[in-house]
């Protein structure tokens, strides 16, 4: 498997931080640490930054997903969704060619969720940074989505893989129009 030209299995723990970020479903912020240290904190781990270069990238992390004026709180002190927009900064801290978010929108309402949608493709366009997105909201994958693959557990396998409009309208697989289409029959 290679992501990012990195041959995934042979890939030393630096060359994957550095190429590729993660923000995770929950986001894991760590609690003791500040939303401005826990961006810092792969700056301090992968870098030779002197700590006001750090501080000035993660500030400008921190404003790049509105959230500058949230440095200084604490993760506790903030919502769900600023969570998720610190892990995003965060996950982006090393300039890195892909991104993996999980479930991004995943416990928020709607609004924020629409959002958040709107700032993955504001970053991806600002940033020229891939991401790779897991979700089962289909607002989202039909917003932001270029390509979408479908895994079925049941087959442990890939079953589908393109753009989500045409999987939903004329996948050859029921299934996945079903999937696509929110368990609707779509008559074919």
Same mark, same amino acid.
């Given at each position: 498997?290679?992501?990012?030209?990195?041959?995934?299995?042979?890939?030393?723990?630096?060359?994957?931080?550095?190429?590729?970020?993660?923000?995770?479903?929950?986001? #894991? /912020?760590?609690?003791?640490?500040?939303? +401005?240290?826990?961006?810092?904190?792969? =700056?301090?781990?992968? &870098?030779?930054? %002197?700590?006001?270069?750090?501080?000035?990238?993660?500030?400008?992390?921190?404003?790049?997903?509105?959230?500058?004026?949230?440095?200084?709180?604490?993760?506790?002190?903030?919502?769900?969704?600023?969570?998720?927009?610190?892990?995003?900064?965060?996950?982006? #801290? /090393?300039?890195?060619?892909?991104?993996? +978010?999980?479930?991004?929108?995943?416990? =928020?309402?709607?609004? &924020?969720?629409? %959002?958040?949608?709107?700032?993955?493709?504001?970053?991806?366009?600002?940033?020229?940074?891939?991401?790779?997105?897991?979700?089962?909201?289909?607002?989202?994958?039909?917003?932001?989505?270029?390509?979408?693959?479908?895994?079925?557990?049941?087959?442990?396998?890939?079953?589908?893989?393109?753009?989500?409009?045409?999987?939903?309208?004329?996948?050859?697989?029921?299934?996945?129009?079903?999937?696509?289409?929110?368990?609707?029959?779509?008559?074919?």
């Amino acid at each position: 498997l290679t992501v990012a030209g990195l041959e995934w299995t042979a890939a030393t723990r630096e060359g994957l931080c550095r190429r590729i970020g993660v923000m995770y479903q929950s986001g #894991a /912020l760590f609690g003791s640490m500040t939303c +401005l240290e826990n961006v810092m904190l792969p =700056l301090e781990e992968f &870098t030779r930054l %002197s700590r006001a270069e750090r501080r000035e990238r993660a500030m400008g992390l921190l404003r790049d997903v509105e959230l500058a004026d949230a440095a200084n709180l604490m993760p506790s002190e903030i919502s769900g969704g600023m969570c998720k927009r610190v892990a995003i900064a965060r996950a982006m #801290a /090393l300039d890195p060619e892909v991104v993996f +978010l999980d479930e991004p929108s995943a416990g =928020l309402d709607p609004i &924020t969720s629409s %959002s958040l949608d709107d700032l993955i493709l504001r970053l991806r366009a600002e940033k020229g940074m891939t991401f790779v997105v897991v979700s089962h909201e289909l607002a989202s994958i039909f917003k932001i989505a270029d390509r979408a693959a479908m895994f079925d557990k049941s087959r442990r396998a890939m079953v589908a893989l393109g753009v989500p409009a045409e999987l939903r309208d004329s996948s050859d697989d029921p299934f996945v129009r079903r999937f696509f289409n929110r368990g609707e029959s779509d008559g074919k």
